[in-house]
Structures are given as structure tokens and as C-alpha cells.
């Protein structure tokens, strides 16, 4: 399993409930496919610099997790289809460890 990294622009009118209960369908959508939850975090409403479909701002959520490579494709798929989502984004995470420097 590989470890990714989402973030998700919920719209704007969706109260706090609403929110609430995507990212506990996201987290149960993520477990059923095999996958596990790492780290989660509302980041909350931020306006934009563009519209994005006739709309102003929307509401962030992150997510990290460890999946299969194949369920990306399920994640965008499922992000076409929801209407709660305005833009959705996977990216691999990366870890970069320091290397110990020498001093001379």
C-alpha cells in the first residue's frame, strides 16, 4: 500500500453536519476499499482566487491515507459523481528525511 494525500473543496452552503458527515463516508469509502485512515483535518471555508463553477468559496477537507494505487481511480471516480464536491485532488505523499551533514 502506498500513502496519499487528498484535498477536497466541499461547497459552501453545506453546514457543519453536512461536512461532518462527508468526511465519514469519505473515511468509510477509503476502509471498505482496504484502505486506512492516517490523518484527517478540516481546514475550513476559504474564499478563492477564481470561481469555480459560479461559486466564491468553498469549504477544505484533508485526508491522508494508505491505499492501493487502484483505488485512486475509484476516489476520482466517486469525486465526479458527488455533488457535495467541487474539486478533489489525490496526490502520493512523499516522505523526505534529512540526510546527516558533516562538518568539517
Same mark, same amino acid.
Do not use: C
Given at each position: 500500500?502506498?500513502?496519499?494525500?487528498?484535498?477536497?473543496?466541499?461547497?459552501?452552503?453545506?453546514?457543519?453536519?453536512?461536512?461532518?458527515? %462527508?468526511?465519514? !463516508?469519505?473515511? &468509510?469509502?477509503?476502509?471498505?476499499?482496504?484502505?486506512?485512515?492516517? =490523518?484527517?483535518?478540516? *481546514?475550513?471555508?476559504?474564499?478563492?482566487?477564481?470561481?469555480?463553477?459560479?461559486?466564491?468559496?468553498?469549504?477544505?477537507?484533508?485526508?491522508?491515507?494508505?491505499?492501493?494505487?487502484? %483505488?485512486?481511480? !475509484?476516489?476520482? &471516480?466517486?469525486?465526479?459523481?458527488?455533488?457535495?464536491?467541487?474539486? =478533489?485532488?489525490?496526490? *502520493?505523499?512523499?516522505?523526505?528525511?534529512?540526510?546527516?551533514?558533516?562538518?568539517?
Amino acid at each position: 500500500m502506498r500513502t496519499y494525500e487528498t484535498v477536497t473543496i466541499l461547497k459552501p452552503q453545506l453546514s457543519d453536519n453536512e461536512v461532518a458527515e %462527508f468526511l465519514n !463516508s469519505a473515511k &468509510e469509502f477509503i476502509t471498505k476499499a482496504g484502505g486506512e485512515i492516517v =490523518s484527517e483535518e478540516k *481546514l475550513g471555508r476559504r474564499r478563492f482566487t477564481h470561481e469555480i463553477d459560479h461559486v466564491r468559496d468553498g469549504f477544505y477537507v484533508y485526508l491522508k491515507f494508505r491505499a492501493l494505487p487502484a %483505488f485512486v481511480k !475509484s476516489w476520482d &471516480e466517486m469525486a465526479k459523481l458527488n455533488e457535495q464536491i467541487l474539486r =478533489s485532488i489525490v496526490m *502520493l505523499s512523499i516522505e523526505i528525511k534529512a540526510k546527516a551533514q558533516t562538518v568539517k
